[in-house]
């Protein structure tokens, strides 16, 4: 029997199709993702704690799911939105459909609705509280939560989605992706900061010749340097950066210490640190097709990006310098210290899934450690 799902948005705007996944109700920031592939890694994304997420592709589950391509232990999503559902996967790789997946990790899930229509709302209004509900269906009660829930703005999620205890990583690609970074021996050691790391940068460090040590985001400067790194790197993660602020605290204790590398909050991260600021984007860049330039080559990239959130450049040091720049609305994609070893991007160079056009960020770091 068919069951009945709900998505309403503070705004007031109903939308009513077909569940799957889990039965119950979530509560999360709705917003979208223009990926054509890759909807398991956006699923396992702890950058998406917090977050109901609408997949801009029309047809979504085609190829099932599989382990290999989890970036982290579980789903991380608040909840699911996808025009139409696959019921029968085809791929030799898929261990379970995607209506199960989304069913053992108690996420719900949404399909049958306009998402373009949803997506363009998003874009005009900006990304907004919402609530998926199976269980709950009276639209008044729905909206009231809706509008209660507290947003994403001043929120610490990366609390949510830290490893309790450090650990280390040594798996590469394997024979699947080595044209992408080929492997290296492990001559460099990289305590790894993990804010809600997904697994294919720790891939990434490894393939590129780094022994990888991952500490929590709530270490402290000294917890970090007592592993005696040859280098130092920020992940992404979930959440208001500004709300993180002992995180940003050890960031500007390791600054100058070792060289340093950061994406996604990670950089956030590293722009606070530097005393500049970040404030929340209309509805974010999420999607494997976004186009940066590289301000000292002049030459563009397609990357993957996932972020709410950006770094104002007008508020940077004089002794921090852009170096990328998103060519959709000019925002700040990169940045670099002249007198310190640390540089860091906006967006995902280790792209799983998406383009590889920025991989080599990965050698420029292991360089940069001599």
């Known amino acids: 029997m068919?069951?009945?799902?709900?998505?309403?948005?503070?705004?007031?705007?109903?939308?009513?199709?077909r569940a799957f996944g889990a039965h119950g109700e979530k509560l999360g920031e709705v917003v979208f993702n223009t990926s054509m592939t890759g909807y398991q890694?956006?699923?396992?994304?702890?950058?998406?704690?917090?977050?109901?997420?609408?997949?801009?592709?029309?047809?979504?589950?085609?190829?099932?799911?599989?382990?290999?391509?989890?970036?982290?232990?579980?789903?991380?999503?608040?909840?699911?939105?996808?025009?139409e559902l696959t019921k029968v996967p085809s791929n030799f790789r898929s261990h379970r459909d995607l209506d199960t997946y989304l069913n053992a990790y108690n996420v719900v899930g949404i399909e049958g609705i306009d998402t373009r229509a949803l997506v363009?709302?998003?874009?005009?209004?900006?990304?907004?509280?919402?609530?998926?509900?199976?269980?709950?269906?009276?639209?008044?009660?729905?909206?009231?939560?809706?509008?209660?829930?507290?947003?994403?703005?001043?929120?610490?999620?990366?609390?949510?989605?830290?490893?309790d205890k450090a650990f280390n990583w040594s798996k590469g690609f394997g024979p699947f992706c080595e044209h992408v970074l080929p492997t290296r021996a492990a001559e460099k050691h990289v305590v790894a900061i993990d804010y809600g790391m997904k697994w294919n940068i720790l891939r990434c460090l490894t393939q590129?010749?780094?022994?990888?040590?991952?500490?929590?985001?709530?270490?402290?400067?000294?917890?970090?340097?007592?592993?005696?790194?040859?280098?130092?790197?920020?992940?992404?993660?979930?959440g208001d950066p500004a709300a993180v602020g002992?995180?940003?605290?050890?960031?500007?204790?390791?600054?100058?210490?070792?060289?340093?590398?950061?994406?996604?909050?990670?950089?956030?991260?590293?722009?606070?640190?530097?005393?500049a600021k970040t404030f929340k984007l209309k509805f974010g860049h999420r999607g494997a097709n976004?186009?940066?330039m590289n301000v000292a080559t002049g030459a563009v990239e397609i990357t993957t990006q996932n972020h709410g959130f950006t770094v104002d450049p007008a508020t940077l040091p004089s002794n921090v310098l852009p170096t990328h720049l998103n060519l959709n609305d000019q925002t700040l994609e990169g940045m670099r210290a002249e007198d310190?070893?640390?540089?860091?991007?906006?967006?995902?160079?280790?792209?799983?899934?998406?383009?590889?056009?920025?991989?080599?960020?990965?050698?420029?770091?292991r360089t940069l450690m001599g």
């Open 340 to 365: 310190m070893p640390v540089f860091s991007v906006q967006y995902h160079p280790e792209a799983a899934a998406g383009p590889h056009d920025s991989s080599y960020l990965f050698e420029e770091f």
């Open 246 to 275: 002992y995180a940003i605290q050890t960031v500007k204790d390791l600054l100058g210490k070792k060289p340093m590398f950061g994406i996604c909050l990670g950089h956030q991260l590293l722009g606070l640190a530097y005393g």
């Open 208 to 238: 590129v010749g780094c022994r990888v040590t991952v500490v929590p985001g709530t270490a402290t400067a000294e917890d970090v340097l007592s592993h005696n790194p040859d280098g130092i790197f920020l992940s992404n993660g979930p």
């Open 120 to 163: 363009r709302r998003l874009r005009a209004r900006g990304a907004m509280n919402g609530i998926v509900s199976t269980a709950d269906l009276d639209d008044a009660s729905l909206l009231a939560k809706a509008k209660a829930f507290p947003g994403m703005e001043g929120r610490d999620l990366v609390r949510e989605v830290v490893p």
């Open 2 to 17: 068919t069951k009945i799902a709900k998505l309403v948005l503070e705004d007031g705007t109903i939308f009513t199709g």
């Open 290 to 292: 976004q186009p940066v």
């Open 41 to 83: 890694e956006v699923l396992t994304d702890p950058s998406y704690k917090g977050q109901i997420v609408t997949m801009t592709y029309p047809l979504i589950g085609n190829y099932g799911t599989t382990s290999e391509d989890a970036e982290s232990l579980g789903v991380q999503v608040q909840g699911f939105v996808v025009r």
